[in-house]
């Protein structure tokens, strides 16, 4: 009898450990709203930016926690919270306050560390640029047009527009100083458009490109020009 009770015993330990539940680390995922890694972020010289992240929970413990810490920002660049800390699925907004940061390129690393799992790493760079991205390119710039019958050198000014990001170029694609063209600057990719329209002298165009702090490249058409005929060119302007 007494074997059989220990026999009873030993199968008892034996189902129950057969039963024993085996903790799965958290699987998951760091990602910006838009669904994609951590990548460049913008934000301006003076002001408050936030940088949204959604931690995602794929599978394994539900209650795990996930840490974030944002690391290598400069010193006039402040964070509300440098680590944030929840349970997938969850959001984790970085707040960033400048006031007259230096402008330029920081590149800095995001951690995310849950238990059980190696931490994930991600670097980008944080770049800070003005409030008035056009405000760089006030002044004269040297304009050079490479056009699909001509090249030609100018110089073209410069102005505010009154509106943030926003550029009024005097005597554009060297069109005369009488006209008056309308550039928006994107500031978070560096990227510019020009609305069709009228600048003035018998000119009417439209068209795109990048920008720096120290010059724009431009591609445009125009359907008429002061000399009576349409041309499409890639101008080039410099500080």
Known sequence: MRKIILFLLASSIFVVACQKTVKVPISYTVESIQNTVPTDFYITDQGTTTLPLLVKFLGGFSEDTVMLTLKGLPADVRLDE????????????FVMSTNKARLGTYPVTLTAVAPGSDPKTYKFNVIVTPADCAAALWGNLSGSNACTARNFTYTSTGISSGSTNVLNLINFGG??????????????????????????????????????????????????TPGGFPESCTATYTK
């Open 175 to 224: 069109y005369g100083s009488n006209t008056s063209t309308l550039i928006v600057l994107n500031c978070n990719n560096d990227s510019l458009t020009i609305p069709a329209q009228n600048i003035g002298n018998g000119t009417n165009l439209q068209g795109y490109g990048t920008f720096t702090a120290t010059g724009m490249t431009v591609y445009y058409s125009a359907t008429s």
């Open 82 to 93: 440098d680590t944030i800390t929840g349970v997938p699925t969850f959001r984790a907004d």
